[in-house]
C-alpha cells in the first residue's frame, strides 16, 4: 500500500505559503459564479474547490499569446498549480502527446529518443509542479465518467489532496512532490486506516452518483464513442448541430484538450515580433490555404472535424480520446451545444441503422 499522509485544514494556507516561496504558485478563486486561476498571494484565503473550474489548466503552459523571439531567453520561476481535477490531468497527456511528440518521461536520463517537440513547453511541463485534488462534487455539465476518466487523480500528479473530515489526505507521486513538501512534513502524520477508508468510500459515493445522473442522459457507451463518430461522417445529422454554432471559437478555447495555434507578425516601435497565438477550428479560415482553397468550407465540415479530430485522429494516432469530460464546452458555448447530446444522438442513428 502507498504512504499515505494527513494534515488538517487549519495548516492549508501555511501549506501554499511554503510552496509559494519556490513556485508560482496558481490557485482557484471565486470568478463570475465559478473558478478561475490566480496567482497566490498570503493576502488571499485560499480555497479548496469541488470540482474542476472554468480556466483549462493548459493556460499555465501555453499562454494564449506570446512572443517567439523572447521565449527561451525567458527566465521564469517554475509554475504550481492547485487542485488540478483529473479531467485537466488527463487533458495534459494530450498536450504532452502534441507538443512533446510522446508522452513525458521527466527525470529518465535518454531523453535524446524524444521526436518533434516544442522545447519552451517541454521546460514548462517539466518545471511544473502539480498538486492535484479530489472531485468531491460535480456540476451538471461533468460527466468525466462517459469517457473512462474517474473523479480523482490516479496518476499525472506530484502532490494529491483528498478531502476528508477537516482535513487531507496527501499522497506523493514524484520526487518532485517529494522534494517540494519534504520540510512542510512536521505538520503531517501518517494517515490511518479509518481515514484512508473514508476517501475510499467518498469516492465511491461520488462516482455512484455520477453514474446515476449521467444515465438518465443515456449516453453513448464509452467503448463506443470513436467507432461512432468514425462511423458518422456521412451522417446528415452534422447539418442539424451546426445550426446554432455561431463560429466563436469558446468550445476551442475553453478546451482543455485543444491545442491549434497560428503565427502571427505584429509591427512594433523597435522591431517586429512575432506571436504564437490560440486558433480555432469552428473559425470559418481555420483550414483555408494561400491558393484560397478550404476544405473546411462549411460550419457542418467545421464541426464534424472538431468531433473527428477527438474521437477518430486521437485514438487512432494516440490511443486515447481528446476528450476529458469537463463539461467546459457545454457551458461555455452561446448555441447550447451539448457534446453529449451529439455523440448520443449519432449512436442512436447507428443503433437503427444496424437493426
Request: proline share 5%; glycine share 4%; with cysteine.
Amino acid at each position: 500500500m502507498e504512504q499515505l499522509f494527513y494534515f488538517d485544514a487549519r495548516f492549508l494556507k501555511d501549506f501554499l505559503s511554503f510552496i509559494a516561496k519556490f513556485y508560482s504558485l496558481f490557485v482557484p478563486i471565486a470568478k463570475e459564479d465559478d473558478y478561475s486561476y490566480c496567482l497566490f498571494k498570503d493576502s488571499l484565503e485560499p480555497l479548496y474547490n469541488k470540482y474542476r473550474f472554468l480556466e483549462p489548466a493548459k493556460t499555465l503552459i501555453i499562454p494564449d499569446k506570446e512572443a517567439i523571439d523572447s521565449l527561451e531567453l525567458s527566465k521564469e520561476k517554475p509554475k504550481a498549480i492547485f487542485t488540478a481535477k483529473n479531467c485537466d490531468l488527463n487533458a495534459l497527456e494530450v498536450q504532452d502527446f502534441i507538443f512533446l511528440g510522446r508522452p513525458p518521461k521527466f527525470g529518465c536520463q535518454d531523453e535524446a529518443a524524444t521526436l518533434l517537440e516544442d522545447s519552451v513547453y517541454r521546460e514548462r511541463r517539466k518545471n511544473l509542479l502539480i498538486i492535484s485534488g479530489d472531485c468531491n462534487a460535480y456540476k451538471e455539465v461533468c460527466w468525466c465518467l462517459g469517457v473512462g476518466i474517474k473523479p480523482y487523480p490516479e496518476s499525472g500528479f506530484d502532490i494529491n489532496l483528498s478531502p476528508i473530515d477537516a482535513g487531507f489526505i496527501v499522497e506523493i507521486a514524484t520526487q518532485k512532490g517529494e522534494d517540494a513538501i519534504n520540510r512542510f512534513k512536521n505538520r503531517m502524520v501518517l494517515a490511518n486506516a479509518s481515514q484512508i477508508a473514508k476517501r475510499n468510500q467518498s469516492r465511491q459515493d461520488l462516482i455512484f452518483s455520477m453514474e446515476q445522473s449521467l444515465a438518465m442522459l443515456h449516453p453513448c457507451p464509452v467503448d463506443k464513442l470513436s467507432q461512432t463518430v468514425k462511423n458518422s461522417y456521412d451522417s446528415n445529422s452534422w447539418n442539424e448541430f451546426m445550426l446554432t454554432c455561431v463560429e466563436c471559437g469558446g468550445c476551442n478555447f475553453i478546451c482543455d484538450t485543444c491545442h491549434c495555434f497560428l503565427l502571427a507578425d505584429e509591427k512594433q516601435p523597435s522591431a517586429n515580433k512575432r506571436f504564437k497565438l490560440w486558433d480555432a477550428c469552428l473559425f470559418a479560415n481555420f483550414a483555408k490555404v494561400a491558393g484560397g482553397a478550404n476544405p473546411l468550407d462549411t460550419r457542418t465540415k467545421r464541426l464534424r472535424n472538431r468531433y473527428l479530430k477527438k474521437f477518430d485522429f486521437f485514438p487512432d494516432n494516440m490511443g486515447k480520446i481528446a476528450c476529458c469530460g469537463c463539461g467546459r464546452c457545454i457551458e461555455v458555448c452561446p448555441g447550447k451545444i451539448d457534446i453529449r447530446k451529439i455523440l448520443k444522438q449519432l449512436y442512436q442513428e447507428l443503433i437503427s441503422e444496424n437493426k
